[in-house]
């Protein structure tokens, strides 16, 4: 299944009055994530967090970066959904053109990007603008 | 367990009324604090001793020559006494502050690792808190000694066969936590000394988790060294105690060098203090240690037997409504314990339940509680840990199994 924009997601939740419903949402985001494969969970592709990890996989292909995501956690996968509806197939500039912390903002979620917060997402982010940075020099 | 009984006995709400923070709300839900076993609240008591140290008489302690000093040392001298007291100390130079339970042990692991040698043995525990736990594995890196692990049983007990089989004449020192911070499991501490004196090994007991919960008496208990935080018990956070046995204390390799720590010092050498001041270099943490001493006057006034049916009434309580919920495992089953439920639900990694518990306003933690190794021992990446004060309330842990219900909705 495709991913939604963000423009989508901020839309999508804005329906929302709750935080059950929005949750709900973002968690069933998750779910439709395509699976990363179980050999891809190595020590290098690892984000560590203190209260649950993130894997990401990254390759390059025309210009444009491909990703593949996880979490033991269902939410910060559901969260790595929607960091991924912006950089998932972006060339490097875009990504490091978009700014994450407004769109986290906007759906409010900006908790989920706090350095206070042990999930991994805030250093995931770091890493695959690391990688951008890296491709775009 | 009898309510009845417990509501004559023991008055929750006029405990709660002591502890400000505990009318606090989260997003508009009353907050239910349920991660005891990281910190406790504070009662009004010692927030006020705080303020009334520095608002009144602070001053450096053990120096001036002035009123301030004076007042300044005798409230904190006053407090050690109190601490001695509650733990019923030989004497109050067997009391050394420390800035918590991890620096404690840190004081005795860095003088051991200049005591051992090599052949000699270390015996600690799988369910050791990291700070009970890397100390020794570094102080037998340092020294050449050889670190023993005793295995726990599956329900979280530690295994008293191999604990007796693994102590040998070559065992120097033998350290284990009165209660497990990750299980709860309260260890039969007093026997577990007497086999470790019976080869004549030092003991040291992390009583992190258990100073809060279990009487303590180190004289009868028969450690050497017990070490404790004042923020599990009600009081400030940077402050905590070693006591330690005045006999072992007192040949004991010193730490930090420095100021208040010296008898006479030339440009050559330095005569180190008498006990407790050779292991309390340095401007103390006064305020803290006042605030400490305040804590543990106000717990030291409770009716301890009544604390201990209301604690046993809130386990008993999580412990029966957790067996019930679906899907739901409990990590750590002793039938001794105290304070504590960790479990795992089938539907969800414990940060989700964490976060979804915390978004109903109910504050437990997550993780690996600082106990890796007996993690990987379970089998779990980690687990979702309530733990309870003597201030919480039977709803309170139905409000805990009420909301883990709607956790199993969204994530189910």
């Known amino acids: ?137 | 367990m009898g309510a009845v009984i417990n509501k004559q006995a023991f008055d929750v709400q006029a405990i709660r009324r002591q502890f400000p923070i505990l009318s606090r709300e989260i997003d508009g839900k009353p907050l239910v604090y349920l991660d005891n076993a990281a910190t406790t609240q504070k009662p009004q008591c010692v927030i006020d001793a705080l303020v009334d140290y520095y608002t009144t008489c602070n001053a450096n302690v053990h120096r001036g020559a002035h009123r301030l000093a004076d007042e300044a040392t005798q409230r904190y001298e006053q407090a050690r006494d109190t601490i001695a007291t509650f733990v019923n100390a030989a004497s109050r130079r067997e009391v050394i502050w420390t800035s918590g339970t991890t620096e404690s042990i840190n004081i005795v692991a860095i003088g051991a690792a200049q005591l051992l040698r090599e052949g000699d043995e270390v015996l600690v525990t799988q369910m050791e808190h990291h700070a009970n736990l890397v100390t020794w594995q570094q102080a037998c890196k340092r020294s050449g000694a050889k670190l023993v692990v005793c295995p726990i049983d599956e329900n979280g007990e530690l295994n008293l066969t191999a604990f007796g089989q693994l102590l040998n004449e070559r065992t120097r020192l033998v350290a284990f936590p009165h209660v497990s911070n990750a299980l709860g499991t309260v260890n039969p501490v007093k026997d577990l000394c007497q086999q470790a004196k019976a080869v004549n090994a030092w003991v040291l007991v992390d009583g992190a988790q258990g100073i809060a919960h279990e009487p303590v008496d180190v004289q009868d208990l028969g450690c050497d060294f017990y070490a404790f935080s004042g923020h599990k018990l009600f009081g400030p956070t940077g402050i905590g105690v070693l006591w330690g046995r005045e006999s072992v204390l007192a040949e004991w390799p010193v730490w930090q060098t420095g100021g208040e720590m010296i008898a006479t010092v030339t440009y050559e050498r330095a005569i180190w203090g008498e006990l407790p001041g050779r292991f309390e270099a340095g401007t103390p943490n006064i305020a803290d240690a006042i605030g400490m001493g305040k804590a543990v006057e106000w717990f030291s006034a409770l009716d301890m037997p009544a604390v201990m049916a209301h604690e046993r009434a809130l386990i008993e309580s999580a412990t029966e409504q957790a067996e019930a919920f679906e899907g739901l495992r409990i990590v750590g089953t002793a039938r001794n314990k105290v304070g504590v439920l960790s479990f795992v639900l089938d539907e969800g990694h414990p940060a989700d339940v964490g976060f979804l518990l915390d978004r109903q306003g109910i504050a437990i933690r997550t993780g690996h509680h600082c106990a890796e190794p007996l993690m990987g021992r379970l089998g779990v990446p980690g687990t979702a840990r309530a733990s309870f004060a003597l201030y919480n309330t039977l709803e309170e842990v139905g409000a805990l199994f009420t909301a883990l219900q709607k956790v199993r909705n969204l994530l189910g």
């Not at chain 1, 949750?23 to 990363?36: A, N, T, V, W």
């Not at chain 1, 990401?56 to 995501?69: C, M, N, P, T, Y």
């Not at chain 1, 979620?109 to 805030?122: A, F």
């Open chain 1, 1 to 137: 299944m495709t991913l939604p924009t963000p423009d989508q997601i901020v839309e999508d939740i804005s329906f929302f009055d709750d935080w059950e419903e929005r949750y709900k949402y973002i968690i069933d985001l998750g779910r439709d994530l395509p699976p990363m494969d179980e050999s891809l969970h190595t020590p290098e592709r690892l984000v560590k967090g203190c209260q649950s990890n993130v894997w990401i996989d990254v390759s390059e292909a025309g210009g444009k970066l491909h990703f593949q995501v996880d979490s033991d956690a269902h939410i910060v996968r559901g969260l790595l959904a929607v960091v991924m509806a912006a950089y998932q197939d972006r060339r490097p500039e875009e990504i490091l053109d978009f700014d994450m912390e407004t769109y986290f903002q906007q759906l409010d979620l900006e908790r989920h990007l706090s350095p206070t917060r042990g999930n991994g997402l805030r250093a995931m982010v770091a890493r695959v603008q690391a990688i951008a940075s890296a491709v775009n020099s």
